[in-house]
């Protein structure tokens, strides 16, 4: 069982814009803007898409985007693109000082 | 650029130790913001958050493996290590050694960096 709830899965045509959303409680999400999503493709390590709730690194598209209400975080990918089919989790600090995950959503693009 | 890899034995007994050094070449482990850490995956599931240790050697260990792990660091070879006793096959995972941001006194903010990961089957 995993500490932070995300659906299991999203489908969304190219063009259209989808959010994924992960539900924690107050004593991580709700506490601390240290959320961050990742993208994982099959057979290739996760990547940093978001960080500090709302920030890109580096070369990600500005199609990614975060966002946050009470104890639910929220990935929103616009004009979602073929390439963006991938899993996708989020992780948030706890107070016991470790980054907890979600379990994954797969998206899939139509 | 810096690049992280994970080495060690692919193929671990039932109840006995689980070993893995990540590499660090493009960067120093003696770095303050950082922390170095590891996640597991096993296949077909979601990321699971193992632990972190901090350039002064501050560990920070996910509760529910924190009787069976140690994690360590070796300035002067610039890597940090895993240990996890007494495995079962519950233990079997691709297991990824990372680079966190963060700050003293174990406020990890988000997995910067990545190694490409490394497939630990425990089977007798």
């Known amino acids: 069982q995993s500490a932070l709830t995300q659906p299991a899965s999203v489908s969304a045509s190219p063009g259209q814009s989808i959010t994924i959303s992960c539900t924690g409680t107050s004593s991580d999400i709700g506490s601390y803007n240290y959320v961050s999503w990742y993208q994982q493709h099959p057979g290739t390590a996760p990547k940093l898409m978001i960080y500090?709730?709302?920030f890109r690194p580096s070369g990600v598209s500005d199609r990614f985007s975060g966002s946050k209400s009470v104890n639910t975080a929220s990935l929103t990918i616009s004009a979602v693109q073929p390439e963006d089919e991938a899993d996708y989790y989020c992780s948030s600090f706890t107070k016991n000082s470790i980054l907890v995950f979600g379990g994954g959503t797969r998206l899939t693009v139509l | 650029q810096l690049q992280l890899q994970e080495s060690g034995p692919g193929l671990v007994k039932p109840s006995e130790t689980l070993s893995l050094t990540c590499i660090v070449s493009?960067?120093?482990?003696?770095?303050?913001?950082?922390?170095w850490g590891w996640v597991r995956q096993p296949p077909g599931k979601g990321l699971e958050s193992i632990g972190s240790i901090y350039y002064s050697g501050d560990t920070y260990y996910n509760p529910s493996l924190k009787s069976r792990l140690n994690i360590s660091l070796d300035s002067s070879k610039n890597h940090f290590s895993l240990r996890l006793t007494s495995v079962t096959a519950a233990d079997t995972a691709i297991y990824y050694c990372?680079?966190?941001?963060?700050?003293?006194?174990?406020?990890?903010?988000?997995?910067?960096?990545w190694g490409q990961g490394t497939l630990v089957t425990v089977s007798s």
């Open positions: 990372a680079r966190l941001r963060g700050s003293y006194g174990g406020m990890t903010y988000y997995f910067e960096s």
């Open positions: 493009g960067a120093s482990i003696r770095t303050s913001s950082y922390y």
């Open positions: 500090d709730l709302r």
